[in-house]
């Protein structure tokens, strides 16, 4: 069973949707929380920063934590064309800790 | 966050020559810095961790004589595939562990694309 689990998709949505992006996870030491965004042939941008349980926003994006579930979510309001990307979660144990641990990415197109 | 320069952007090599590729930390001096792989459609492994001044540290599976690392300075990092071969096509992406943040978030590179023929 891998470490974090993420429905490669692909997701395709219409313009303006609400998105929803999840990953599962089996080991319950993580503690802090990523989403990185990445275009076709480009390195992964953080979108998202989150540590434990709750939800952070930052404009049309959501980061949802649910510890208990070991669930965590990116929502995206008001999804644009230029939203069409991979997102991929990671994650890991403490603040000072060196390995990120990616799920495998979801690739989402918003068809204008 | 940190800025991130990979070079170059892709590259194509005859198998059983060695190829490589440089990542840069523009604007921060960087005394760590991560290599990743990533093969189509699949999420980034971690194959080493790169260490200014000091033997880099390996993930368990990797190649450490196949895939030398060398973090000479704390703006430079360097991949060398020797004896590349067609396995060894992917895509090759560096990052940076940038302590001025707030949570000491890794910023990402624009990624190398090696193919070997």
């Known amino acids: 069973q891998k470490e974090v689990e993420q429905d490669p998709g692909p997701l395709s949505v219409p313009e303006g949707a609400i998105v929803s992006l999840n990953c599962t996870y089996s080991?319950?030491?993580?503690?802090?929380f990523m989403w990185y965004r990445q275009y076709s042939r480009k390195g992964p941008e953080l979108l998202m920063y989150?540590?434990?349980?709750g939800n952070k926003e930052d404009g049309r994006f959501t980061a949802q934590v649910d510890k208990s579930s070991k669930y965590i979510s990116l929502f995206i309001r008001d999804s644009q064309p230029s939203d069409s990307a991979t997102y991929l979660c990671?994650?890991?144990?403490?603040?000072?800790?060196?390995?990120?641990?990616f799920g495998q990415g979801t690739r989402l197109t918003i068809n204008p | 966050g940190a800025v991130v320069s990979q070079h170059p952007s892709w590259v194509i090599c005859k198998s059983g020559t060695s190829v490589k590729i440089e990542c840069r930390s523009l604007?921060?001096?960087?005394?760590?810095m991560f290599w990743y792989r990533q093969f189509p459609k699949q999420s980034l492994m971690l194959m080493a961790t790169?260490?200014?001044?000091?033997?880099?540290?390996?993930e368990q599976g990797v190649e450490k004589d196949k895939f030398l690392i060398n973090h000479a300075s704390l703006t430079l990092s360097t991949l060398t595939v020797t004896s590349a071969h067609p396995e060894d096509s992917s895509f090759y992406i560096c990052?940076?562990?940038?302590?001025?943040?707030?949570?000491?978030?890794?910023?990402f590179g624009p990624g190398t694309r090696l193919t070997v023929l």
């Open positions: 990052s940076v562990r940038d302590f001025r943040s707030s949570y000491n978030e890794q910023f």
């Open positions: 080991n319950s030491a993580f503690q802090y």
């Open positions: 989150t540590y434990s349980s």
């Open positions: 990671a994650m890991k144990r403490d603040q000072g800790a060196q390995k990120l641990v």
């Open positions: 604007d921060f001096q960087a005394t760590t």
């Open positions: 790169s260490n200014e001044g000091s033997k880099a540290t390996y």
